[in-house]
Structures are given as C-alpha cells and as structure tokens.
C-alpha cells in the first residue's frame, strides 16, 4: 500500500466521520411520552373539548399539518383559514412525543391526535404543545420540574409540579399566571 492511497483512506474516513456527526448533532430528536404520567391518561382516547380552541395550518410543523391552541392569538405567522373548535368536539389523541430541536436544543412535548373540522368537512391532524419545564434542565436533577396548563380537554389545568425525581408539589396557576 501506497503512502497517497493511505493518505486518501484516511481523508475519506475523515470526511465520513465529520459528516455522520454533523448529521447526529444537526437533527431533530424525537422520544415516545406515551407511558409517562400524565400523558400515558390521554393516549388513543377519544377526548371531548371542554374548552373552545382554535387550529389552522402550521407552516413549522414537526409531525403534523395542523397545530392547535386555546387561543388564536398564537398563529401570527399563518395567512391559512384559523378554525374554531367548539366545546363538545371529539379529539383523538394518538401519541405523544418530546421534541428537541437542532440549534436550541430546547424541547417541546406534544400531543399529536385528530379532529373532524366542519368547515372543510375533513379529519385532519394536528399538534398541540403540551407540558412546559420551567427549570429548562439546567439544574440539578432534584430540581427539575413539569407543569401543564389548561388543555382543550380540561376544565382546569394540573394543579402540580412534577418534578423529575418522582416527588409531585402543588403548582398555583394564578400566581404564575399572574407574573
């Protein structure tokens, strides 16, 4: 063996190493919720609204076409037709997934499921942000913890902090609300 097809190997090598990394650091991750609590209550359920929210297309979709909310006011970048769900409809949920983005590194868990939309007399599936960790995992593992806000199917938010080590506290949402 030549010392130039051993100098080529190894560039090659290089070059195949340096982009399986970027491909590993630079993609989406994504991680099944469906058996943590409280999203293991939700999944392949048939939920009714017990709050009026709204969906239309989302244009930075992760999973699904349609993103879904409580409130319009979250879909400044859409020029798509916004939908209002009313009280009573049926959303299917069927999974749930935790999200981490590329470049953030932040992570998003959301619920992914299915609603009839009168309107366009179509069954169309959307995303729905859901579960915030106001400790952003920075901290000690003790510290960290999940919440989670009012969602279409619920007349009141969870009312804890679900911290990471399996303890549970109670979280007062109007305080937070209020800050």
């Given at each position: 063996?030549?010392?130039?097809?051993?100098?080529?190997?190894?560039?090659?090598?290089?070059?195949?190493?340096?982009?399986?990394?970027?491909?590993?650091?630079?993609r989406?991750?994504?991680?099944?919720?469906?058996?943590?609590?409280?999203?293991?209550?939700?999944?392949?359920?048939?939920?009714?609204?017990?709050?009026?929210?709204?969906?239309?297309?989302?244009?930075?979709?992760?999973?699904?076409?349609?993103?879904?909310?409580?409130?319009?006011?979250?879909?400044?970048?859409?020029?798509?037709?916004?939908y209002?769900?009313?009280?009573?409809?049926?959303?299917?949920?069927?999974?749930?997934?935790?999200?981490?983005?590329?470049?953030?590194?932040?992570?998003?868990?959301?619920?992914?499921?299915?609603?009839?939309?009168?309107?366009?007399?179509?069954?169309?599936?959307?995303?729905?942000?859901?579960?915030?960790?106001?400790?952003?995992?920075?901290y000690?593992?003790?510290?960290?913890?999940?919440?989670?806000?009012?969602?279409?199917?619920?007349?009141?938010?969870?009312?804890?902090?679900?911290?990471?080590d399996?303890?549970?506290?109670?979280?007062?949402?109007?305080?937070?609300?209020?800050?």
């Amino acid at each position: 063996m030549t010392l130039k097809k051993i100098i080529i190997g190894l560039l090659i090598l290089s070059a195949i190493i340096i982009v399986s990394s970027f491909f590993l650091v630079f993609r989406t991750k994504t991680k099944d919720l469906s058996t943590k609590y409280p999203y293991n209550t939700i999944i392949n359920k048939s939920l009714k609204t017990k709050q009026e929210c709204y969906i239309t297309i989302h244009k930075h979709a992760l999973e699904n076409p349609y993103i879904l909310d409580l409130t319009n006011s979250n879909f400044y970048e859409t020029s798509d037709s916004i939908y209002k769900i009313p009280i009573g409809t049926i959303l299917k949920i069927e999974s749930t997934k935790a999200f981490t983005t590329p470049v953030s590194g932040s992570t998003h868990c959301m619920v992914l499921g299915s609603v009839y939309l009168n309107e366009i007399k179509e069954t169309v599936k959307f995303e729905f942000f859901w579960g915030e960790n106001p400790t952003y995992g920075l901290y000690d593992h003790d510290d960290n913890y999940d919440i989670y806000p009012l969602a279409p199917w619920q007349e009141k938010p969870l009312p804890f902090k679900y911290f990471w080590d399996g303890r549970k506290e109670p979280h007062d949402w109007e305080k937070w609300n209020a800050n």
